[in-house]
């Protein structure tokens, strides 16, 4: 998975209760981006962040937060978590935008929100 | 509003038959159309990618068809593989927007020996 790790993979908690997921990188790549997936619905896109400190929303950002202090750490947050959160949730990274720019995906982190 | 419509949503095909995905997308921007892969429990991974500037990109057993005027593009998979069977996502971005993607809803691709 091209140097990308996330953390936790798997994780159950209860409504109304905070929930923050981590990505690590060692590819040492400028783009971060956090996605969710669900049946029907593709992967969307929560926020993404083109550099430490730089963040941006992404179509489906209601409800998140992220924060990128240093270059290889991406962290998604849940201030208050909602069943509606339930998904897998993942990571990716991207290099500055190329001819053909790739993204890199995650593992994944499957979140059941109770 | 969903910006790249995907379809089918599933998909059965014979050992050496061609496997057919489309997409049609809405915003004319989009300059960049990738095709991703993904395994269960797995992560997407590239398959192939295409700009508009081209109608046509194999790899392999790889074909993406791309036609600007109608504003779809499609994956054939030549000579299909049990292997194969995985789900497929095609998606679109705009090159200079911070390589954001949007993605189609995805297809499920079976594959029979």
């Known amino acids: 998975d091209a140097g990308i790790t996330q953390s936790p993979r798997h994780k159950v908690t209860e409504t109304g209760t905070p929930v923050t997921l981590r990505c690590h990188q060692t590819?040492?790549?400028?783009?971060m981006y956090w996605y969710r997936q669900d049946p029907g619905h593709g992967l969307r896109l929560i926020h993404y962040?083109?550099?430490?400190?730089?963040?941006d929303k992404g179509e489906v950002s209601d409800g998140y937060s992220v924060s990128r202090s240093k270059t290889e750490d991406f962290l998604l947050t849940l201030e208050s978590a909602t069943s509606s959160q339930t998904s897998v949730y993942f990571c990716?990274?991207?290099?500055?935008?190329?001819?053909?720019?790739?993204?890199?995906f995650g593992p994944g982190t499957r979140l059941t929100v109770l | 509003q969903q910006q790249v419509k995907q379809s089918p949503q599933s998909l059965i095909v014979q050992k050496g038959g061609i496997s057919i995905i489309n997409c049609a997308y809405e915003?004319?921007?989009?300059?960049?159309f990738p095709w991703y892969q993904q395994f269960p429990g797995k992560g997407p991974a590239l398959l192939i990618a295409?700009?508009?500037?081209?109608s046509e990109k194999k790899e392999g057993r790889f074909t993406i068809s791309f036609n600007k005027s109608a504003k779809q593009f499609s994956l054939h998979i030549m000579d299909s593989q049990p292997g194969d069977s995985a789900t497929y996502f095609c998606?679109?971005?705009?090159?200079?927007?911070?390589?954001?993607?949007?993605f189609g809803g995805g297809t499920r691709l079976m594959v029979k020996p």
């Open positions: 295409i700009r508009p500037d081209v």
């Open positions: 590819e040492n790549h400028r783009y």
């Open positions: 962040s083109y550099g430490v400190k730089d963040t």
């Open positions: 990716a990274i991207s290099e500055t935008p190329t001819w053909l720019p790739e993204q890199f």
């Open positions: 998606a679109a971005s705009i090159g200079n927007a911070g390589n954001m993607l949007t």
């Open positions: 915003n004319t921007a989009f300059d960049y």
